[in-house]
């Protein structure tokens, strides 16, 4: 069974920084690709940035240019550099990692980012 492990979220000041990190247990393969979504309260789920395993990448364009995502595929990490953080983007952070581009795709517990302004 995967397991995802979600690290890094906290309370930042507006213009600051931080860094989510998503540990994935259970599985030998590198997964085909692995996303970080968010949520805010009353709002939808929404994808906030998607690496494949080639290294392609795509971002909402509220964070493009903010954020960064990248991997570690021997590690079977993703990791989300977030700067300049905003008070919008507050919201709980969730890593999504997809086994083939068809399914199976599973989910982290979520991790909590405030930004005060």
């Known amino acids: 069974q995967v397991q995802l492990v979600e690290s890094g979220g906290g309370l930042v000041q507006a213009g600051g920084s931080l860094r989510l990190s998503c540990a994935a247990s259970g599985s030998t393969l590198s997964f085909n690709a692995m996303a970080w979504y968010r949520q805010a309260p009353g709002k939808q789920r929404e994808l906030v940035a998607r690496i494949e395993l080639g290294d392609n990448t795509n971002y909402a364009d509220s964070v493009k240019g903010r954020f960064t995502i990248g991997r570690d595929n021997a590690k079977n990490t993703v990791y989300l550099q977030m700067n300049t953080l905003k008070p919008e983007d507050t919201a709980v952070y969730y890593c999504?990692?997809?086994?083939?581009?068809?399914?199976?795709?599973?989910w982290g517990q979520g991790t909590q980012v405030t930004v005060s302004s």
């Open positions: 999504n990692a997809l086994v083939f581009a068809w399914g199976p795709d599973y």
